[in-house]
């Protein structure tokens, strides 16, 4: 069987740096950190006080009210992404075979503050079961792609990947594997998360994953410095519109690259730690290379998992020399989290975003907030420390790893 060629059509982004995806990616080039802290409820007796918060976002400007208010911030987030990708795409919706349009989305809890309010409000109570009759539709995480595909009535394959911090990775390579098996022309693939809730701070904190550098909050995530502590939680989605290339050709599509191939591996080792010899981010990076048919002298960019926590960003780069080898030294290594946060289960789908769009301009974005080397890590690997740095990218790898052992890594490359 032929497989049929992907590629990218389209992009949205609503993150901690920008509410669109021009104010993102001018987040990412000027290095900005998008840390802050919580607004969004009192954090005051937290371990952790700061967070990546969505900037300037009101939901009633995107979605009408009485909708709105029948679901979670993570669905909010979702459709406002999905808007402006397919905008950006610029398929005609009248006329565009609807029957072979997917939604695969991505999401590590789903309707998260929508489950505390509703347990919070239960558990104040006397006993009597009251729940708003809205509470298990807004909750759950498949209901963020059954809204795209009602709202624009795509009937194609639609459904959810649930695999933690790489479900909108997961997401995105599902959609890439069903349009070149020519299951479906066009899928709506990224992720979204809503946890900067009273359940998400105090819940992450408790497993003392989070950074507690309160005094220092706009520089905790410090991904591969000796002074990191833990990942800051961000919020937020992205949206990529993925589409078989004489599709998307045939109607005289913007293309921004093509997806090459996509590779998956558990760790098999711990529930929250990697794997002490990476063993799953070295197959899972291989693995994405024999499925794009390419080798790791051609990969110029690799967008980290990167989370800023002590184990996993040494255990990730030790990764990257083993499958890269001599050639490691020649590659920009970025994590964009940085800036960003961790969106959690969306990480995949904005720093996927990040990664094609360095591939557009030729610019790799920064590791910020990088200040003491840390002596478990080899020197002469280019983090991109700090500022981000011009440079032709043909080819990039992005890699997600999630709580449980899920590994994903897709590559993405200029059209040919």
């Not at 000796?226 to 109607?251: M, N, P, S």
């Amino acid at each position: 069987m032929q497989l049929k060629r992907v590629v990218v059509t389209g992009l949205g982004a609503l993150t901690p740096l920008g509410n669109n995806l021009q104010d993102y990616w001018a987040g990412l080039t000027q290095g900005v950190s998008g840390a802050n802290l919580i607004t969004r409820f009192d954090a005051s007796k937290f371990k952790t006080r700061f967070a990546c918060e969505l900037k300037n976002f009101n939901v009633e400007d995107h979605i009408e009210r009485k909708e709105a208010r029948r679901m979670d911030p993570y669905t909010h987030y979702a459709l406002v992404v999905t808007k402006e990708a397919i905008e950006d795409a610029g398929f005609n919706l009248d006329t565009v075979n609807k029957d072979r349009v997917g939604v695969i989305w991505g999401s590590g809890i789903g309707g998260l503050l929508t489950f505390q309010e509703e347990c919070v409000a239960y558990g104040r109570g006397d006993g009597t079961p009251r729940f708003n009759p809205f509470f298990i539709p807004k909750m759950i995480a498949d209901i963020a792609s059954g809204h795209i595909s009602i709202n624009y009535g795509f009937r194609g394959p639609n459904y959810t990947t649930t695999s933690a911090c790489a479900s909108s990775n997961n997401a995105m390579i599902d959609a890439f594997n069903l349009i070149r098996l020519g299951k479906s022309d066009i899928i709506v693939t990224g992720g979204s998360e809503a946890a900067v809730t009273e359940a998400g701070v105090g819940g992450f904190n408790a497993c003392k994953a989070l950074s507690e550098n309160n005094e220092s909050y706009a520089t905790a995530s410090r991904p591969f410095d000796q002074t990191r502590d833990g990942f800051v939680l961000g919020e937020g989605a992205g949206c990529l519109i993925l589409e078989e290339y004489e599709h998307a050709k045939a109607r005289g599509a913007k293309i921004y690259c093509e997806v090459m191939g996509g590779g998956l591996s558990a760790d098999a080792y711990h529930i929250t730690a990697p794997h002490p010899e990476g063993l799953g981010a070295k197959l899972v990076m291989r693995n994405a290379l024999e499925d794009a048919g390419m080798k790791a002298e051609d990969i110029d960019y690799v967008n980290v998992h990167g989370t800023s926590t002590p184990l996993g960003d040494v255990q990730e780069a030790r990764a990257i020399q083993d499958v890269f080898g001599e050639f490691a030294y020649k590659l920009n290594i970025s994590s964009t989290k940085s800036m960003t946060g961790h969106l959690l289960g969306a990480a995949g789908a904005i720093e996927a975003i990040a990664t094609i769009m360095a591939i557009r301009h030729g610019i790799v974005p920064p590791t910020i907030n990088f200040s003491t080397p840390d002596p478990e890590l080899d020197p002469n690997l280019n983090f991109t420390f700090n500022k981000a740095q011009t440079r032709t990218v043909n080819a990039a790898m992005t890699n997600t790893f999630g709580f449980g052992g899920h590994n994903t890594s897709a590559i993405f490359r200029k059209l040919e």
